[in-house]
């Protein structure tokens, strides 16, 4: 038998419920971008939930290097 990881989770359950509220404001159209523009694009949707949850100082893993 191969040994098994500890399952650790990547993200917390907190980040990943902002992130559900952000799609959930997406999908009504109610998410907005700097204040002003509708977000149209579901990556975008997400990247804005996830950095709502950095923000929150929940756990998430850090930006990859470009």
């Known amino acids: 038998m191969a040994a098994r990881k500890s399952a650790s989770r990547k993200y917390s359950r907190k980040a990943q419920s902002k992130v559900g509220k952000v799609m959930r404001e997406y999908k009504h159209g109610k998410l ?14 997400i990247a804005i939930g996830i950095s709502e949850a950095r923000r929150s100082g929940t756990k998430v893993p850090r930006k990859k290097a470009a």
Request: hydrophobic content about 15%.
């Open 32 to 45: 907005k971008s700097g204040g002003k523009r509708k977000v149209k694009s579901r990556k975008q949707a």
